[in-house]
């Protein structure tokens, strides 16, 4: 009788082991994200900005393009990011940062004065920020991402009898404007693209793990006591 109450014992702590092993792992789901930041709002799901900003704050549209921002960190788009300007005329009432299967909801009541630093996404799995897949900025006034009529630009060279430069014309919006051919290259940083397909970084495959871990105890509990049953 002895033998079968160690084995009951045996697999009451095996089940227990399971329990304590999992409960990290489930304490954090998709359907409850946690933000990390008091400033900030967690919420699962994905949201872009020129779809949602009217749904997040009623009246406004995106003004991420109006912002100063960096973000640095592991990742593609970084980990932290840092807002430390706003175009004049805009006026910002919501930051939202993504990553993994969630979003951090920074509202600018909470976030006070310029600069905003150290945003990011909410906590994952390692008990760290996601990575950011993207992020943008809600607000009220008027957008350098309002799209624009691209404006007609005509270059011809002309090549003289002597060893002048060549020169240019280009004519814009109907006038002229003569000279030497240059070249001009503009690089803008702006926020990753938006897209509701995006890449999750920021997987909870824990659960995974604590289903293995008990299978594998229990088995091992069962294996035990029918060996002592055999012996008894």
């Known amino acids: 009788m002895s033998r079968y109450i160690r084995a009951s ?12 092993f999992a409960a990290p792992a489930f304490a954090q789901s998709d359907d409850d994200p ?23 704050y009623p009246g406004s549209h995106e003004v991420t393009a109006d912002l100063t921002a960096t973000a640095d960190g592991e990742g593609e788009n970084g980990t932290y990011l840092d807002i430390t300007a706003v ?47 993207h992020w943008f900025a809600c607000g009220i006034g008027e957008s350098t991402t ?7 630009t005509t270059t011809t060279t002309t090549t003289t009898t002597d060893d002048s430069t060549p020169a240019t014309t280009t004519t814009t919006g109907g006038s002229e404007v003569s000279g030497t051919e240059t070249t001009t290259t503009s690089a803008d940083v ?6 509701e397909d995006l890449a999750a970084t920021g997987f909870n ?13 229990a088995g091992g509990a069962v294996l035990t006591l029918l060996r002592i049953r055999a012996r008894s």
Do not use: F, M
């Open 190 to 195: 702006a926020p990753a693209a938006q897209d």
């Open 9 to 20: 014992v045996a697999l009451a702590s095996a089940v227990a082991g399971v329990v304590l």
């Open 34 to 56: 946690v933000s990390g930041d008091d400033r900030a709002t967690a919420h699962s799901g994905n949201v872009v900005g020129e779809k949602d900003c009217a749904t997040l």
């Open 205 to 217: 495959g824990g659960w995974l793990v604590a289903l293995a871990a008990g299978l594998l105890l």
């Open 87 to 133: 175009a004049d005329g805009v006026e910002v009432l919501g930051v939202i940062v993504k990553g993994g299967n969630a979003y951090n909801q920074y509202d600018v009541t909470a976030l006070g004065d310029l600069p905003w630093l150290d945003l990011h996404s909410p906590i994952n799995a390692s008990g760290k920020p996601a990575a950011i897949s």
């Open 146 to 152: 309002t799209p624009t009529e691209p404006t007609e």
